[in-house]
């Protein structure tokens, strides 16, 4: 199982990592990234989609550990 987690680093106070719920989980790495792929860039604010195209907001698929 697969979950989209938000990524930005800040020089000063490091990692900020959040898990976006409203997505869900999916069954697999393919399908998690076509998520990201079809719905990310439509669904930011404006301020978000100048930073994910800055390349200082990014969104990966993570394997959930299930133990």
């Known amino acids: 199982m697969y979950a989209i987690l938000a990524v930005t680093l800040?020089?000063?106070?490091?990692?900020?990592?959040?898990v976006?719920?409203?997505a869900g989980t999916?069954?697999?790495k393919?399908?998690?990234?076509?998520?990201?792929?079809k719905s990310v860039p439509a669904?930011?604010?404006?301020d978000?989609?100048?930073a994910y195209?800055?390349?200082?907001?990014?969104?990966?698929?993570?394997?959930v550990i299930e133990k």
């Open 10 to 18: 800040h020089l000063l106070s490091g990692p900020d990592v959040w």
């Open 20 to 22: 976006v719920t409203d």
């Open 26 to 28: 999916f069954k697999d």
């Open 48 to 50: 978000e989609q100048k």
């Open 30 to 37: 393919a399908a998690c990234e076509a998520e990201v792929a």
């Open 53 to 63: 195209e800055a390349g200082a907001l990014q969104y990966v698929c993570l394997r």
């Open 43 to 46: 669904k930011l604010k404006e």
